[in-house]
């Protein structure tokens, strides 16, 4: 009898830990749950090894106002992640004999008279190294230009008021202008309109159903709407861009699936172009953070002993955010598509850390799940009651342990304040607080002296005093010899003392 007590004992420990034992994709739902409760992310997640779809989860509101919750459907802008699209494109018609990667922009448009005419060549446009600035070149662009309308032969008028970044060839200049003049050029050698020619070349022979070129006037079902969160104000609508800013660089619309067909080609199926055609879209050509092929960002890594491929580009426009990710080594896709942007630094997740977040736990390596951001929550009540209001929150919260802060997160909400809201005493306040509780902050004591240092306040002294001296009992940590430097200069202090 006691025998079979203990083997019932046993058979019921074995099933417990059956049933409570975690799969990679399950630890991938509870990660990806966190982020969204903690509010970042908002949209749909997928993850695909080869034909399999290994988890796929949409998480938040498609419209806010309405409160209609996003679907595994939902449609995106994707920013950036276009241009590996127009990479694609662009080598289409080089196929075709259309384009030559060694000629030059004017070859295909002569009137072009912008910065590196008659220098920079397709190739270069491609990869980035054209010297061709990106839109924030362009004067008074993101304050008004960006909502207004321009056809291709406005837009050639417009950048050349833009001055190169350095000689094409010589360097890596990230530019979304570049993008917009590869589709350009595809259009004058294709006579076609751009979004015509992805949809015929790219989309329908991909089964690409739902994706498309961007119109700001068109009615698109199942559309997520695009929202950005503010410190203070919370979520709220985007400003107002004219695609036609984008029509390279990043105006498609599209779905995970949809973005999961297009990998599949340009990693797996290869039906579109020649084997060597892909070759050249993946070699890395040239090192930023990351080497840059055509459209894509190329990384080597290691996670938990396994040497990874990371085939990746990001995209962002305002009230979306994107990243696609491919595996080389086991073909898989990790693709996050957002209609969530902050304009916050507080309680921000980017989706590159998401997706190494992904990638550690199918390689088997442990990972924290997120907290939430207490500056965040402060930020939010002092738009929304005041600095009393956030005092008694932080008293609150800081003995939860969902959340979290530190002395960065107070150095950035006190940085936000004053420079985005000119909110002088709420930053004061918010930087008192934060010394108290952090006493010895290299950081706080730093960030608060410099910023007392600009209003001419005699506290100022203390604070880069103390930051000195603590940056000496630290062992003078090379992480903040720019600031002990700079704290130096505004005491004239030497650097003995």
């Not at 530019?175 to 979004?195: H, M, P, Q, T, W």
């Not at 036609?244 to 067909?261: F, I, N, P, Q, W």
Request: with cysteine; net charge neutral; proline share 3%.
């Amino acid at each position: 009898m006691k025998k079979n007590y203990f083997v019932c004992i046993s058979l019921i420990l074995l099933c417990s830990e059956f049933l409570y034992s975690q799969t990679p994709i399950d630890k991938i739902d509870e990660l990806m749950s966190a982020y969204a409760d903690n509010g970042q992310f908002n949209g749909v997640a997928l993850v695909k090894k080869g034909d399999s779809v290994l988890y796929e989860k949409a998480f938040g509101l498609a419209n806010r106002e309405w409160e209609i919750q996003n679907i595994n459907g939902s449609r995106f802008l994707i920013g950036s992640i276009g241009k590996p699209i127009t990479a694609f494109m662009t080598m289409l018609l080089v196929k075709d004999g259309l384009i030559n990667l060694s000629a030059v922009i004017n070859d295909y448009i002569p009137e072009y008279a912008g910065p590196a005419k008659n220098t920079a060549t397709i190739h270069q446009l491609l990869t980035h190294t054209s010297g061709i600035p990106d839109h924030g070149g362009i004067p008074n662009y993101s304050k008004k230009r960006v909502r207004w309308i321009y056809n291709s032969e406005q837009y050639l008028q417009l950048i050349t008021e833009t001055t190169p970044k350095f000689e094409a060839g010589k360097g890596f200049g990230y530019s979304g202008i570049g993008y917009n003049l590869l589709a350009i050029i595809c259009e004058r050698v294709s006579k076609k309109d751009f979004g015509d020619l992805i949809k015929e070349r790219i989309f329908d022979p991909l089964g690409m159903k739902d994706s498309k070129l961007d119109k700001n006037l068109d009615i698109d079902a199942k559309r997520a709407n695009g929202y950005e969160y503010h410190l203070l104000e919370g979520y709220m609508n985007p400003s107002y861009i004219e695609m036609c800013h984008v029509k390279g660089s990043g105006g498609v619309l599209s779905t995970v699936e949809d973005m999961a067909k297009f990998s599949n080609e340009c990693f797996r199926q290869h039906k579109l172009l020649p084997e060597e055609y892909y070759k050249k879209i993946f070699t890395p050509y040239i090192k930023d953070w990351q080497y840059y092929g055509y459209g894509w960002w190329i990384t080597n890594t290691k996670v938990n002993g396994d040497s990874l491929t990371l085939i990746s580009h990001g995209g962002s426009t305002d009230g979306y955010k994107a990243y696609l990710t491919h595996i080389l080594e086991d073909s898989t896709d990790i693709i996050l598509l957002q209609n969530n942007y902050f304009r916050t630094e507080l309680g921000v997740q980017f989706d590159y850390f998401t997706t190494s977040d992904i990638i550690d736990i199918l390689h088997g390596k442990h990972c924290d799940l997120p907290k939430k951001s207490i500056a965040k929550e402060m930020g939010y009540a002092i738009g929304n009651g005041g600095l009393e209001k956030a005092i008694k929150l932080y008293q609150t919260l800081k003995g939860n342990k969902g959340y979290y802060i530190d002395d960065e997160e107070f150095c950035q909400l006190g940085k936000e304040l004053y420079n985005g809201y000119g909110l002088k005493s709420e930053a004061e306040a918010i930087y008192e607080l934060a010394n108290r509780e952090f006493p010895g902050s290299f950081l706080l004591n730093f960030t608060f002296g410099e910023y007392l240092s600009g209003l001419k306040d005699a506290k100022a002294e203390n604070y880069l005093i103390k930051c000195i001296r603590l940056y000496r009992e630290a062992g003078n940590p090379k992480k903040y010899s720019q600031q002990y430097e700079q704290a130096l200069k505004l005491t004239n202090a030497p650097a003995s003392r």
